[in-house]
């Protein structure tokens, strides 16, 4: 925290935060100094902001905006800290130890709701098969996300939707299987939450043919 305090920071415009220092330093018991970057924010800047939020959307979620906990949380500021041994710029080093963070989320969430973590047998052949289905069907899920984009959305800011939203959203929905001259189908409810998505997807589904050896696109513009 003295490091913190009497660094040289300075306003942080490549990243979410209000300014920016980076200063190298030996901790008790570490064999040499490394590169710390760090980040800080105005905490009555930020609460104001919120507010302000809040009275135009008072339904808005604060709290899941926040991408990861903050390392430290002391008035007037929050720092967020990264020690490494990269020399890039400090914006690219906070998005690279980002990008790992989000991966560890996702991780936790293929153990979780794909079953990733569960190892059905002792030989390591049919583990590796769960593995690998669970994988496929995380794949899956990220794939919906996709299908189900709007034309114009660019596909690198949508947000994720968790295997265990999707289920409520898609699989949850009471439905009647019927069969009927050979035929079987499956009929659901003229009115459920998420009827217009689902028939939004299921039309796009049908809307797949083979162009050689691809497909047609569904929507415009396609994904490349």
Request: aromatic residues 14%.
């Amino acid at each position: 925290m003295e490091q913190l305090q009497k660094a040289d920071w300075r306003p942080s415009r490549q990243t979410d935060a209000d300014e920016q220092c980076e200063f190298f330093y030996q901790p008790v018991g570490w064999n040499k100094a490394y590169r710390f970057v760090a980040l800080r924010y105005d905490k009555a800047a930020r609460e104001a902001q919120k507010t302000k939020k809040k009275t135009a959307k008072p339904n808005t979620d604060d709290a899941k905006a926040r991408e990861q906990y903050q390392l430290f949380d002391t008035a007037p500021y929050e720092y967020r800290v990264f020690v490494t041994n990269m020399s890039d710029p400090i914006a690219y080093v906070v998005w690279f130890y980002r990008q790992r963070a989000g991966a560890e989320n996702l991780i936790k969430e293929a153990n979780g709701d794909a079953g990733l973590a569960a190892h059905p047998s002792e030989r390591f052949d049919t583990n590796r098969i769960h593995f690998q289905l669970a994988m496929l069907a995380y794949n899956f899920n990220c794939w919906l996300l996709l299908f189900n984009r709007e034309p114009e959305a660019d596909s690198m800011k949508l947000k994720h939707t968790t295997l265990a939203l999707a289920r409520l959203r898609f699989l949850f929905i009471a439905a009647k299987l019927w069969n009927h001259a050979g035929r079987v189908g499956i009929h659901y409810s003229e009115q459920y939450q998420e009827k217009a998505l689902f028939d939004r997807l299921i039309n796009r589904l049908r809307a797949i043919k083979r162009q050689g050896p691809t497909f047609t696109a569904v929507m415009t513009p396609a994904l490349e």
